[in-house]
């Protein structure tokens, strides 16, 4: 069974602190996403990548930057964190359909 | 950005009835995912329906998919209470992994 792991459920920071989100899948994917889920708007893609220090922009990429330096892992970054991006953030990996979804880590900016 | 889009936002139903729930979409696609995600939890796949299919069953789950009208349908029947989430359908395009997320349809089974 594919496993991606999102390595805080909660987290609290504080406005324009930098803010690293971690994501782990145990599966040899090649693809991987970032998604950020807010209420009434369903999940929007923020940044995806196809491969080791590959990334794009999906989205939403405002205010936020990614990390693939090793293909199990792919980390998310807000470089300076706002309260408008107090949300729930979800990472996914996908080799072939469907795509694995982690637990979500829900991020408030205070 | 959001190409699915699911009807209704939210559905109350007593245990036993079927839920049904629709997602209409913009652009052609490839396949038609449904998901479900839990209070608090991520997202798990249910079902994919490819552009050439019709229609699909899985257990309690039916999916239909008419290109014509880029819509398609989730039936749940016989609800249980475990069956309380939210719903989303996911879809993507030709050469492209990306997928396309509506907002979701929230489904209460009362026992």
């Known amino acids: 069974d594919v496993k991606v792991t999102q390595s805080s459920r909660y987290l609290v920071k504080r406005t324009g602190e930098k803010v690293f989100l971690e994501c782990v899948q145990d599966?040899?994917?090649?693809?991987m996403f970032w998604y950020r889920q807010d209420p009434g708007l369903g999940l929007r893609l923020i940044y995806f990548?196809?491969?080791?220090?590959?990334?794009e922009k999906g989205d939403i990429p405002e205010g936020y930057s990614v990390s693939r330096e090793k293909k199990e892992r792919f980390s998310l970054i807000l470089e300076s964190a706002s309260t408008n991006q107090t949300s729930m953030y979800l990472c996914a990996s996908i080799g072939d359909s469907p795509l694995h979804f982690g637990n979500g880590t829900r991020l408030t900016v205070t | 950005s959001q190409q699915g889009e699911e009807d209704p936002q939210a559905l109350s139903i007593q245990e036993g009835e079927n839920a049904t729930m629709n997602c209409s979409y913009k652009?052609?696609?490839?396949?038609l995912q449904w998901y479900r995600q839990n209070s608090g939890r991520g997202l798990v796949h249910l079902i994919l329906?490819?552009?050439?299919?019709r229609e699909k069953h899985s257990g309690r789950l039916r999916v239909t998919l008419d290109t014509s009208k880029k819509s398609s349908s989730l039936l749940i029947t016989a609800s249980r209470a475990a069956d309380t989430a939210s719903y989303f359908c996911a879809t993507d395009r030709p050469n492209d992994y990306k997928l396309s997320f509506g907002a979701g349809t929230t489904v209460t089974v009362r026992a």
């Open positions: 990548s196809y491969d080791v220090k590959m990334k």
């Open positions: 599966m040899d994917h090649e693809n």
């Open positions: 652009t052609s696609i490839n396949n």
């Open positions: 329906i490819r552009s050439n299919e």
